[in-house]
């Protein structure tokens, strides 16, 4: 099972990137998956979540109405387009399968994409 990001890079507030994650090892279309993100120095914060098939759709408080999540199964792919980007959007971004919010247990990981906002 192998999950990789990409996507991350410096970016001037007020700018957009767009992460990618490209799965294999297992069939994406049966998860659950998660956009997790851990900014320097503080802890795993939950950024957005996308069923199986794509219809359920929930966002942080943070980036709801900035960023936006979607799922490609035929390609083995999920996206997180991120638009009006703050200097608080800085972290390191995971793409995580079938994750337990309440305690932020998920049990498969990317290795992370840094997201750097900055002018």
């Known amino acids: 099972v192998q999950l990789v990001e990409s996507g991350g890079g410096l970016v001037q507030p007020g700018g957009s990137l767009r992460l990618a994650c490209v799965v294999s090892g297992f069939t994406l279309r049966r998860y659950w998956m998660y956009w997790v993100r851990q900014a320097p120095g503080k802890g795993l914060e939950w950024v957005s979540g996308?069923?199986?098939?794509?219809?359920?759709?929930d966002y942080a408080d943070s980036v709801k109405g900035r960023f936006t999540i979607s799922r490609d199964n035929a390609e083995n792919a999920l996206y997180l387009q991120m638009n009006s980007l703050k200097s608080e959007d800085t972290a390191l971004y995971y793409c995580?399968?079938?994750?337990?919010?309440?305690?932020?247990?998920?049990?498969?990981w990317g290795q992370g994409t840094e997201v750097t906002v900055s002018s």
């Open positions: 996308i069923s199986q098939g794509g219809e359920t759709i």
């Open positions: 995580a399968r079938n994750c337990d919010l309440r305690t932020m247990m998920c049990d498969k």
